[in-house]
């Protein structure tokens, strides 16, 4: 342990710069900067060139890019679709026996499904929704774990043209129902129940729930996962194995516009309810296809692609759905968690598939350095030759021990930042080119153009700021679902012309972009988004609850971690027992996710003199102490900093 932790001082005191080794560049497919070059010369027609040479078109596309501030359309006239890319191509191609996903269930089942198996899979899936009165430019809410019946869901709604709206299988009914009702989905599509660590989760109980509020669908098919009792509701409820028996295999798939809705996927914002973020078709595809390519250096032929995320968030959309597919990459999908059976699941999972390509998030590999590199250690890693990293900014620690421990020294680590709203990676290195720095998502891709502003909106050359991105993308959210103000005012409206990503961001000395996080109200834990309003609404939710203010603070894991800071009502006594119950209601209310640490009962929030809770001083507080995964009492050390913190900034606003 001496030893590694010297190690990893040694890489960052020497501020080393890993170029990529000679060995990986003999089989990149970028090696030097023409592909930046080119994009720099002129941006539309780089991805014009992407979107010919990526993507199979039924009709060509007569115009790149019309651009509206803040409004964007890319590939206009273009006729496209996304489960033709994904799947029938390449079975032309005489790529049909190649192997999609190999996919493996946590009790250790697996499959191995081929690209004609996928396609046969999903024209009978997509019959089976027509079957069910769906149709395009309909809504399909789909609330699934992940099972193979998950991408095929997805694909067939795209065959027939339907959007689909995928709410991760970790949310609470509560949750599940606004965001159908939000999109007035039409049929749901969910499983008995998933397994997780061992133990099994319902989903269909959840459906049933949400559905006592959602007047607008009027199907729901569960397919079979934990043999779970289900209570199936007459004339609305249908197993997913009888309807599929019904079906043909072959489906037409429906030529789309390439500025039709693709899929919703809502993300917390700073306000308590969830936005709808909009994807279309061809832009959409183009730039998935693009990054997951040259980020990830593909050779569809050869690699075994594992991207570690849920598809219930964007990371899976794009990364374990969309791109590989588009490419003809082999992939694995693993549905449990990392230590079912044991904590060395993952290696032996990579061992086992030869897999060469591994994406995961920071939080992860923070979990695997705090479990010891013996996990690793015992198993053959040497298949491995490129790792990626996304969702939170990553220290240089886990960088370095990624790196080491997992790549052996071997393989770079590209650092992606992207996010729900940017639809595909915006900036990271190109594994052939870029010298990495431990720490750095390095520099803006090929045909996107990031800049780092000032309070003013000035652009920084060098040194700290605020990110925004310059000029349309192909993947750019096309706004938020029924609500076109909501959009301009959200990202748009900070500064002049730009879009607002949320987060902070640094320019080195070398012109390396360095992620800050983020500066609003927008938790990160475990990589996921989580809105402070959001946990808020939902502990003043409780009857007992009088007021609420949450914070993020620094975790060694997660990342962050949700701190609830509570008020109750007159008559309600502080007790663990009452933090447990509001910990419970949040975990109710949203999902399991969003489940508080931490709950803190202060008898007074402090507040600026027009009101507003100070939140920033609060999670200094938060920071300032170490917190438990318990519940903390009114605890007079912490009432006590508040009160004198609140008296030394109260004329603040
Ligand atoms: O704060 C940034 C952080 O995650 C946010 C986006 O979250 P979400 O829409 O859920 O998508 C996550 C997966 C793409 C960003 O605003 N983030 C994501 N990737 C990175 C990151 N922060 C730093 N470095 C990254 N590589």
Redo the contacts with the bound molecule.
Sequence with gaps: MEAETAAIENYMSENRLFEPSEAFKRQALVLDNAMYDRAQVDYLEFWKNQANELITWFEPFSEVCQWELPFSRWFLGGKLNVSYNCLDRHVEAGNGDRVAYYWEGEPGDVKTVTYSDLLGEVCRFANALKSLGVARGDRVAIYMPMIIELPVAMLACTRIGAAHSVVFGGFSSEALAGRINDAQAKVVITADGGFRRGAKIALKANVDVALDECPSVEKVVVARRTDTEVTMVDGRDIWWHDIMDRQSSSCDPEPMDSEDLLYLLY??GTTAKPKG?MHTTGGYLTQVAFTHKYVFDLKADRDVYWCA?DIG???GH?YILYGPLTNGATSVIYEGTPDFPDKDRWWDIIERYKVTILYT??TAIRTFMKWGEKYPAGHDLSSLRLLG??????NPEAWVWYFTHIGQERCPVV????????GA?M??ALPGVTKLKPGS?TFALPGISVEVVDDNGAKIEKGGGYLTIVRPWPAMLRGIYGDPERYRETYWSRFDGRYF???GAKVDDDGYLW????VDD?M?VS???ISTTEVESALVDHPSVAEAAVVGANDPTTGQAIIGFVTLKAGQVQSTEKGEELRSHVAKVIGAIARPKTIIFTDELPKTRSGKIMRRLLADVANGRSLGDTTTLADPGVVEEIRVKALTSAGDD
């Design positions: 993300t917390s973020i995320a968030w964007v990371t794009s998030a920071p990293s996304v969702g939170e900014p990553i650092d992606t930042w992207w996010q729900t709203e940017t990676i900036i990271s998502a990503a949320g987060d992620l800050l996080g983020r927008v990160n990589g996921h988004r």
